[in-house]
T-cell receptor
């Protein structure tokens, strides 16, 4: 159980293009979804957290107008990289949890398989 | 802020035990997790431990927690080549956010 599907797995596009990445929880309701960025051989950097039906909370240094997050349902969140440039090339990973931000208890995050974004 | 540290590399021979260590600074951590990441993939939750526990065993995996020293370890018994991956420890304190360590790249030598 607790499967998270992320699509697409690999995107190559031209500079200036906007790219949308989808994250779906397949067998549970994801009250909270997280978007991470991972640079080669580095750890995950949290970009933003979204609770279903609320605006996303962005981490310091992450441009909300650049990285648009929509979490309109309990099973789907999308990340849109607007007007992507080569420096946006990275591995983007989403995760989902059935717990709401601020909640206590065992609420593991379940991760998608990531999207490798390459901007030419 | 929270700081989670791991050694970057570990090499073991197939069949030996692997021990991956992690230190953290947040004394209010409630849960600590171990995730595995294979090349080009997302993170797979391996196991977790609640902060009031000292040890948890799950098949080949043993997690030890020293809360006083803020030290967490993951022992993999009878390590196999399929265990080669990057292992991340992560801690959660209160809010739902996780703080990840730097990751340890485990290489299993046949």
């Amino acid at each position: 159980g607790a499967v998270v599907s992320q699509h697409p797995s690999w995107v190559i596009c031209k500079s200036g293009t906007s790219v949308k990445i989808e994250c779906r929880s397949l067998d549970f309701q994801a009250t909270t979804m997280f978007w991470y960025r991972q640079f080669p051989k580095q750890s995950l950097m949290l970009m933003a957290t979204s609770n279903e039906g609320s605006k996303a909370t962005y981490e310091q240094g992450v441009e909300k107008d650049k990285f648009l997050i929509n979490h309109a349902s309990l099973t789907l969140s999308t990340l849109t990289v607007t007007s992507a440039h080569p420096e946006d090339s990275s591995f983007y990973i989403c995760s989902a949890s059935w717990g709401r931000t601020g909640g206590f208890g065992y609420q593991p995050q379940h991760f998608g398989d990531g999207t490798r974004l390459s901007i030419l | 802020g929270e700081d989670v540290e791991q050694s970057l590399f570990l090499s073991v021979r197939e069949g030996d035990s692997s021990v991956i260590n992690c230190t953290y600074t947040d004394s209010s951590s409630t849960y600590l997790y171990w995730y595995k990441q294979e090349p080009g993939a997302g993170l797979q939750l391996l196991t977790y431990i609640f902060s009031n526990m000292d040890m948890k065993q799950d098949q080949r995996l043993t997690v030890l927690l020293n809360k006083k020293d803020k030290h967490l370890s993951l022992r993999i018994a009878d390590t196999q080549t399929g265990d080669s991956a990057i292992y991340f420890c992560a801690e959660k304190s209160g809010a739902n956010n996780l703080f990840f360590g730097t990751g340890t790249r485990l290489t299993v030598i046949p």
